[in-house]
């Protein structure tokens, strides 16, 4: 039987691809595992095809989680700073939208090169597509049972995304695994998402679909998930509902059956 891996990382996406360049580069023997024909689709797609990769003003504020102390300390280890050096290393030309976000001028598929590049410099390696059947843990050590045979390793890191556009390759696969190993799992709800009317009752609004407008939003109730939130940013009223960044802001605070507010 041959050496086991340090790592076996399953789903090479924006998480996935990172986190193996990076062990790669600290001398980890790392395969990364996926079942899509083509890597990085989320990507691809990302920021209209221009890759939204990071924003010059982000802190621990800006990230929705029940255990906030976590960013706290990802983000003292590496910062938004630290991917811009990145990115500038291997000069992919950007620019600055809107509040500090920062887009390629070209193309996503550079932030994929990027991903892969770092993934060379730690001689990872990366197999796909691949079907993982099952994982289980067993004499001390990982078994990752796929349609090519099984691979052994000391550890596993599941990155495997989250549920939005099945159509490129996603599925539910990490949460299954969780619920496998008898982890807590918070349910999974969409966020930074448009609104859709499932009422006749804004119909009189569709006339004005095409409409922006700067607004103040709030939504959320306290001491529930993430509290409330306030924004001052733009609404766009569409044909189906109510969109644009101040809508896509608040939907992460939103709860079915709750009110938003909007002056
Ligand atoms: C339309 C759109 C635009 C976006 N724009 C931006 C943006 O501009 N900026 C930004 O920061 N974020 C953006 N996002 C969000 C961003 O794309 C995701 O947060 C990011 O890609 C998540 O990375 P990930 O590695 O966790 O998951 P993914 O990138 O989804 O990667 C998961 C990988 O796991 C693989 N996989 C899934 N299931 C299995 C399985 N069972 N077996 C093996 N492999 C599996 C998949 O094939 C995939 O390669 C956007 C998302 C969408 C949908």
Redesign the pocket.
């Given at each position: 039987m041959s050496k086991p891996w340090d790592a076996v990382i399953?789903?090479?996406?924006?998480?996935?691809l990172f986190c193996s360049g990076v062990a790669g580069q600290l001398g980890k023997k790392v395969l990364v595992?996926?079942?899509?024909e083509v890597?990085?689709?989320?990507?691809r797609?990302?920021?209209g095809g221009r890759?939204?990769?990071t924003n010059l003003h982000s802190s621990p504020a800006n990230f929705l989680s029940l255990n906030p102390h976590y960013v706290k300390s990802a983000l003292a280890r590496y910062s938004a700073q630290d991917f811009i050096k990145l990115v500038q290393t291997y000069r992919i030309a950007y620019h600055e939208k809107h509040q500090g976000q920062l887009f390629c001028d070209d193309s996503a598929k550079q932030i994929i090169d990027m991903l892969m590049g770092e993934c060379a410099k730690g001689k990872v390696q990366i197999r796909h597509p691949?079907?993982?059947n099952a994982i289980s843990y067993e004499g001390g050590e990982w078994l990752i049972q796929t349609d090519s045979g099984v691979e052994h390793s000391r550890s596993v890191v599941m990155?495997?995304?989250?549920l939005?556009?099945p159509a490129?390759?996603?599925?539910a696969?990490s949460l299954d695994i969780a619920k496998q190993y008898g982890l807590r799992v918070i349910d999974p709800r969409p966020a930074l998402v448009p609104l859709s009317f499932t009422s006749g009752e804004f119909e009189n609004l569709n006339a004005l679909a095409g409409l922006s407008l700067p607004v103040r939003i709030a939504a959320g109730s306290k001491g529930d998930r993430y509290g409330t939130c306030r924004f001052h940013e733009d609404l766009l009223l569409t044909h189906k509902g109510l969109s644009g960044p101040a809508v896509l802001q608040a939907s992460s605070y939103w709860a079915e059956g709750e009110a938003i507010h909007i002056d």
């Open positions: 399953i789903g090479g996406g924006a998480a996935g595992l996926d079942h899509a890597l990085g689709e989320k990507i797609i990302s920021g890759c939204n990769f691949v079907v993982i990155a495997t995304g989250g939005p556009v490129i390759g996603a599925t696969f």
